[in-house]
């Protein structure tokens, strides 16, 4: 198995002024896809982290100059290279059980394909 992971920001929290400073990031929510790059098995990481109450050793940067990139490089430091590890490792886990014993969906039994629903 060989995973790619992708990293994205789905959204950020913010103070109005935090030590003198304009809508200040306190906290990141973000999500990483792995890969198998050999199937087209997927597997997901969602998490967040707060900024503001840590010494994460992260220079402001205005709101209005932040890139993905930036901000997923502070999630990556926040996080530390052997929390990363770890989430890489159970997302490697989750697909390697997946497709070791794939997971099937099944009909619930008081359904029928004649039943319709109306909201």
Known sequence: MN????????GMTTLPSYQGNENVVTSI???ILGQDTNSIDTSHNFGTV???????????????QLTEETVVNWVQKILGPDQ??????AMAYNLLVRQIQPV???TLPWVTTSTNTTI
Not at 4 to 9: A, D, F, H, K, V
Not at 50 to 62: A, E, K, R
Not at 84 to 89: D, E, G, L, R, V
């Open 29 to 31: 929510s973000y999500t």
């Open 3 to 10: 995973l790619t992971y992708q990293w994205s920001i789905s």
């Open 104 to 106: 099937g969906v099944d």
């Open 84 to 89: 990363i590890q770890k989430i890489y490792n």
């Open 50 to 64: 707060n900024t503001y109450l840590l010494d994460t050793g992260i220079d402001f940067v205005p709101f209005d």
